[in-house]
Nanobody, 125 residues
Framework: QVQLVESGGDSVQAGGSLRLSCAAS????????MGWFRQAPGKEREGVAT????????YYADSLKGRFTISQDIAKNTVYLQMNSLKPEDTAMYYC??????????????????WGQGTQVTVSS
């Protein structure tokens, strides 16, 4: 049974940093696309960053490059999202997702088969 469990969400001031974690279990982690997505109230879900676990290739939403970094610890089957210089517009529910079928990872949420429960990030000005 595939499980994705996010943690690390919090309330921070603008300019602060957070690191989100996503612990994966129940499947072969070492060959999958892992993605971080976010959804703010009243807005569509958007892709933040992806990583292909077999080779560590990463892909970012253009608007977030330079501030957000996705990484992984293969030994722990865990994906991280380091978020720096946070802005109020980064406020959203952040989700971890897994695509077990593709080698080229996508920022489109519809490609992902499995989702975590989400972790809330709130950035105040």
């Amino acid at each position: 049974q595939v499980q994705l469990v996010e943690s690390g969400g919090d309330s921070v001031q603008a300019g602060g940093s957070l690191r989100l974690s996503c612990a994966a279990s129940g499947y072969t982690y070492s060959s999958s696309c892992m993605g971080w997505f976010r959804q703010a109230p009243g807005k569509e879900r958007e892709g933040v960053a992806t990583i292909y676990t077999a080779d560590g290739n990463t892909y970012y939403a253009d608007s977030l490059k330079g501030r957000f970094t996705i990484s992984q610890d293969i030994a722990k089957n865990t994906v991280y999202l380091q978020m720096n210089s946070l802005k109020p517009e980064d406020t959203a529910m952040y989700y971890c997702a897994a695509d077990l079928t593709r080698r080229r990872c996508s920022l489109f949420w519809g490609r992902y088969n499995y989702w975590g429960q989400g972790t809330q990030v709130t950035v105040s000005s």
